[in-house]
């Protein structure tokens, strides 16, 4: 299954706040198991936090994948609190651990995978367009006049003069200079 999204969703008739949800999105999908740490927002957090002194609250946590099929699990508020907590028994051992994220924005909640993509590909094409006009914008560099190379001071006439050629000899004979 790759799941490319969790819905969060809550209910509870004891609380200020009746009901909510919030989503995470991922992208790539996951495919194994993983752990990720979410921000929650301050409803959810709340209700974790404090005592439920016979409240109640249920939870729901839905896993979508790409082809919009979705498993989902109904939680107590006992349940939820103690992984809230970290007192959960049966701590899995699990190798893929993801960086901490915030739920997802109003706008990405209601997307599809298909839509998601799409918009993903739109975004990327306008940020392409954008450094393109950037790019755009900027004055063309002229090049600067070839400068003439600095060259060494040639040799007079009569230095070359004063030396004579020395003849190519064979490397086993000794070399006579004169």
Sequence with gaps: MQCYRLRFMFFSPDYSVKDGQFTVTFDPPQKVPFIQAVELPSA???????????????????????????????????????????????KPVIASRLKTVAPDPAVIQSLSWSELEKRKKTLQKLAEQAKLKEQQKKPPVQPQAATKPATLPSKTVSEEEGKKPVPPTNINEKTQVE
């Design 44 to 90: 959810v957090q709340t209700i974790l936090e404090e005592d439920p002194d016979g409240r109640k609250a249920i939870f729901t946590i839905q896993a979508i994948n790409t082809n919009e099929l979705l498993v989902s699990k109904d939680f107590t508020l006992k349940t939820v609190q103690q992984a809230y907590r970290a007192q959960v028994a049966d």
